[in-house]
């Protein structure tokens, strides 16, 4: 759990600090406090008011109404005060600016977990979008072979594809025998009967 922003009795005083430039009803000391911490601190109306009606009861500060707000303005008591207890204040001022400074702390840590954890959610939705589309094309496959004509096409692909890579693997083998001196007619002879035998099969199952 963090530390508070003020320890006991400190944002008492600095709210006496804040009315010295001009009265302010209670949501403008919020939003006064918002603006000095940069948006870290913004204190809840229960934290302002009761302290505001202390300092009052304390003849610090007067609160009049304005319409539906309440201002609030410091005393000449509550100047003395501030003035009999200027080096307790300045500790304040920098006890309110560490705070500042680990509640950014706080809030940049916050940001790159959320950060992180978007990433991966990000990550595990593409995944999820993959197997999706990868489904998907797997059934489209299925349903398409239930056509002839289509699963046809499909296999002469795979045939095609077969010759190539064939054809491919062999003129290797056959430039590289060539190049060493080592390719032999009885090797042309091999390849050459044999291909004729398969387009000899091949026909005859083709056309039944």
Avoid: C, W
């Avoid at 992180?116 to 489904?135: I, N």
């Amino acid at each position: 759990m963090s530390p508070p922003v003020f320890a006991h009795g400190h944002l008492r005083l600095y709210l006496l600090r804040l009315l010295v430039d001009r009265p302010m009803h209670g949501y403008e000391i919020i939003q006064a406090l918002a603006d000095q911490s940069g948006g870290t601190y913004q204190p809840s109306a229960g934290t302002i008011y009761p302290r505001l009606g202390k300092l009052e009861e304390e003849g610090l500060v007067t609160k009049e109404a304005d319409g539906r707000k309440t201002v609030y303005a410091i005393t000449e008591a509550g100047r003395a005060e501030l003035v009999a207890r200027e080096p307790e204040l300045d500790g304040i001022e920098t006890e309110f600016t560490d705070s500042v400074r680990r509640l950014a702390d706080e809030v940049r840590a916050s940001v790159n977990d959320a950060m992180r954890t978007l990433r991966a959610d990000l990550a595990a939705a593409a995944r999820e979008a993959r197997s999706e589309a990868v489904g998907v094309a797997r059934e489209a496959t299925r349903s398409a072979t239930d056509d002839p004509r289509v699963a046809s096409r499909l296999r002469l692909h795979e045939a095609e594809a077969a010759v190539t890579d064939f054809r491919g693997d062999v003129r290797d083998e056959l430039r590289s025998a060539a190049a060493s001196g080592i390719l032999t007619a009885e090797t042309v002879t091999l390849l050459t009967d044999g291909l004729n035998d398969l387009r000899r099969r091949l026909v005859q199952q083709l056309r039944g």
